[in-house]
């Protein structure tokens, strides 16, 4: 029986990749360690080796040939003694016949271990399900001009935009954190950023974010404008001091004569199967923190848009992305200079019986959700908060007034969360509005599991957004 | 130094890695009389501001957490004489009032920020432990103990940045030289040869730790030494010592060569804060120190030897308790803050 060799997983969130290049041919005997095909993604390439030992029967998938599924066969190894010409010809058993050998994997110091191809092809994650809601187009911002040309730009391009074009406008703007510069970023989001600006603004430093959270945190003190990457916000924790202590607090306890004009990013939220240490939302743990900014976009032009603003605000901001999004296009509008306010939430869709208001990732989920309530005849508004702090609540108290239901949707724990807080407000504001208790959907109050199954169960999904609107509309 | 206190240094021992090249074995300062009668009353300065803020705290018109410098002014003085104030910045941690007073920043504003009045350097909304002034790059003022440290070289980072010529000064304490971070910043200001110098103010007491029983090594000058970074320990009592060690530091610094580390071997003669007891060491030990090290007795010896007489320190000491007693007197007529500075400066902008 002829080994089926498949597509590899190389990163927990890589779906479909491009086979570049194969470094062998029908026919040629590989052993274990023999690297047989370099694969690209869209962080990385990486080589692929062998694990099996035989002859190659029969190449599937030409090089050359983008998204290839993970999991697809691509190849066929004939084992020793069997004939390579029938091994071709006849069928094959799935095997675990080959694994990744990573080149230039982007990811961080804890590396998980990389998912196998056919386990990472064969098991739906929730992780996976939040990214496929993510899949949800939304319209046009409020604020891009009619009529304006827009470009597909995934959002790791649009945060380098963002970044770049605020560097290329002021000089005092620089990038420091872990991986940044020489290897273009953890997450690849600094791309080309060395290149353009060289390394006395783009900065790698040491694995030490408590360390250099401060550096960054002085040099704003001092008159820069430091943009400050976490790997993950997981890392930031130990950071959190100079977040909270050194920089949030300066301006009033300085009687506004001090100011930290600085933003701190990166990932945050669930990422794909790498357990808890590495899947949180920190966004209502910022968020509770008077002096802060805290912001987490949804698409490609929020990120860039957004961004730019948070590099040009005179106060310090933490800027939550999700590592889920990254290689997620949207369309951008092409204008010099777009720069979104930051504060204002966005209606993403209209609707009149319920209002989904939700922030980042979880904006994907309320979209799905609102397409299948659609099918039964629910017509959801969704809200994009953008921002976390200070919170449009006049948008969504706006918002309940017509629809007199509202959800919560939100990638995170239900606890003292922005859901908690957004339903805090309504009662105090839109109390006579409501014709329903304001629900919150979230993930499940565990740290976050590693098993597959029991990610799904854990994390937010549409239909338990479908559920809760159900509740709430009195149709169940 | 302080046989009661603490481990005297053998000055003559080989430093760890002869064959690196090291600034070299600073020299007292040679003062001239006006320097010195400068230095004698900035000490001073410090020493009578430090006894009335007590004296307010007592009253109960200093609220909070108070620490003051009492014993320790010869650092700040002497340091910070030796910096060029239109470059260079410092910062420091909580017991910070002697460092705003010797950079000649009005002692009522300092005051009215420790009563918590509005006419306060912070408005009276930082207090004693959080003071600023960004006009003198006096960067504060960090009531968490060691943050300075990685804000301070964060500050050295800009000078480097842009390229100013500036050179920060960062003051911590022998407790906070057993934080984390303060290695962490060790680590990037030496990899990036950034232009500060970290002064560890070894008063002997992290609040009620002596020194030895909270540090593997308690030469503290030598904790630079894993990431090349060399220290100079100092007579932190002896003004003239302290500016002596500035300006070897400082021409290390600006030269390029990156951090130093000057650990200044000093004694607070009051408790860590107001409230504090005191009781981790006996009284005969702060009178020893007072009898044999005062840095202001020190000063006055050397004045009255260049032929300064009583009745002229006399007559600067009336001064000073004048300047410090309508300093008080403003602190505590001055009015409290408008209630609706409570919702002010939170953010710079508005969105």
Not at chain 1, 171 to 193: I, P, S
Not at chain 2, 240 to 264: F, N, S, T, Y
Not at chain 2, 326 to 334: L, M, P, S, W
């Amino acid at each position: 029986m002829a080994i089926e060799i498949k597509m590899p997983a190389l990163s927990p969130t890589m779906e479909e990749g491009t086979l570049a290049k194969w470094l062998v041919k029908e026919g040629d005997t590989v052993k274990s360690g023999d690297i047989m095909a370099e694969i690209e993604t869209d962080k990385a390439t990486m080589e692929f080796e062998a694990v099996d030992e035989g002859v190659i029967a029969k190449i599937i998938v030409a090089e050359g040939t983008d998204n290839v599924k993970v999991g697809t066969a691509i190849a066929l190894l004939a084992e020793e003694g069997e004939d390579v010409a029938s091994a071709a010809a006849s069928g094959s058993r799935s095997g675990d016949a080959a694994n990744a050998a990573p080149k230039n994997e982007p990811t961080d110091h804890n590396a998980p271990p990389m998912p196998e191809g056919a386990a990472a092809a064969e098991q739906e994650s929730g992780t996976q399900k939040l990214v496929a809601a993510a899949e949800q187009e939304a319209p046009a911002s409020p604020e891009i001009p009619e009529g304006t040309e827009m470009v597909k730009l995934t959002v790791r391009e649009a945060l380098r935009d963002a970044m770049a074009e605020e560097m290329r406008a002021d000089d005092r703007v620089f990038v420091m954190g872990e991986e940044v510069a020489q290897y273009q970023g953890a997450y690849k989001v600094t791309q080309g950023l060395l290149d353009e600006f060289g390394d006395r603004r783009v900065i790698d430093t040491p694995i030490t974010e408590y360390g250099f959270a401060g550096v960054g945190t002085g040099a704003a003190m001092g008159g820069l404008r430091p943009v400050i990457e976490f790997m993950t916000f997981n890392f930031a924790m130990q950071a959190i001091d100079h977040i909270i202590n050194s920089a949030a607090k300066t301006n009033y306890m300085s009687g506004g004569q001090m100011r930290c004009p600085i933003v701190f990013r990166g990932p945050n939220g669930a990422a794909s199967r790498v357990g808890a240490q590495h899947s949180q939302n920190y966004g209502p743990w910022y968020a509770s923190v008077p002096g802060l900014i805290v912001i987490a976009p949804y698409d490609a032009a929020d990120a860039k848009g957004l961004l730019k603003a948070a590099i040009r605000s005179e106060d310090p901001v933490v800027f939550l992305e999700n590592e889920l999004m990254y290689g997620r296009s949207f369309d951008v509008p092409k204008l010099d200079d777009f720069v979104l306010p930051i504060g204002k939430a966005r209606i993403m869709r209209e609707g009149k019986d319920v209002t989904l208001v939700s922030y980042s990732i979880g904006v994907g989920v309320a979209l799905e959700a609102a397409e299948k309530l659609a099918a039964e005849g629910i017509d959801a508004e969704v809200i994009d908060l953008r921002t976390l702090r200070p919170l449009d609540t006049k948008t969504v108290l706006k918002s309940l007034a017509k629809t007199n239901r509202l959800v919560v949707v939100e990638e995170g724990w239900p606890t003292c969360s922005i859901a908690s807080e957004i339903t805090a407000v309504v009662m105090e504001e839109g109390f006579d509005d409501l014709d329903a208790p304001v629900l919150r959907v979230t993930n499940e109050d565990v740290p976050l599991p590693y098993a597959a199954n029991l990610e799904k169960l854990a994390l937010v999904d549409a239909n338990k957004v479908v559920a809760a609107v159900k509740k709430v509309t009195y149709r169940g | 130094m302080f046989p009661t206190v603490a481990k005297a240094p053998s000055r003559t021992s080989e430093p760890p890695i002869p064959n690196r090249e090291r600034p070299a074995e600073p020299q007292p300062f040679q003062a001239t009389k006006e320097q010195l009668l400068d230095f004698y009353k900035q000490m001073l300065l410090i020493r009578r501001f430090e006894e009335k803020a007590g004296q307010l705290y007592g009253l109960g018109l200093i609220g909070g957490f108070c620490h003051l410098y009492i014993g320790q002014e010869a650092v700040a003085v002497g340091l910070q004489s030796a910096l060029d104030g239109d470059k260079d910045s410092v910062i420091t941690g909580y017991r910070d009032h002697g460092h705003m007073l010797a950079y000649g920043i009005d002692p009522k504003v300092i005051m009215a920020e420790l009563t918590g009045r509005a006419a306060g350097i912070s408005k009276g909304k930082g207090g004693s432990m959080h003071m600023f002034s960004t006009e003198h790059k006096f960067y504060g003022g960090h009531g968490i103990v060691g943050a300075q440290v990685s804000l301070g070289t964060g500050l050295a980072f800009g000078h480097k940045y842009s390229n100013d010529g500036g050179v920060c000064l960062a003051y911590f304490g022998d407790g906070a030289a057993n934080q984390g971070q303060v290695y962490e910043s060790f680590n990037m200001a030496e990899l990036w040869k950034l232009p500060i110098i970290f002064v560890i103010e070894n008063n002997q007491y992290a609040m009620g730790t002596a020194v030895n029983r909270a540090s593997s090594e308690d030469q503290l000058y030598r904790r630079g030494e894993s990431f090349r970074i060399p220290g100079i320990q100092v007579d932190g009592m002896d003004v003239l010592a302290c500016r002596g060690a500035a300006e070897e530091a400082l021409a290390w610094v600006r030269a390029g060569k990156g951090p130093v580390i000057l650990e200044m071997k000093t004694y607070r003669y009051r408790g860590h804060s107001m409230s504090d007891p005191a009781k981790y060491r006996s009284r005969e030990e702060v009178q020893g120190v007072r009898d044999k090290s005062d840095p202001i007795d020190h000063v006055k010896r050397l004045l009255e030897e260049q032929g300064v007489t009583e009745a002229d320190l006399k007559g600067l000491e009336q001064d000073i308790r004048k300047t410090v007693n309508e300093a008080a007197d403003f602190a505590e007529q001055t009015p409290e803050p408008d209630v609706a500075e409570l919702y002010t400066e939170v953010l710079v902008e508005r969105y």
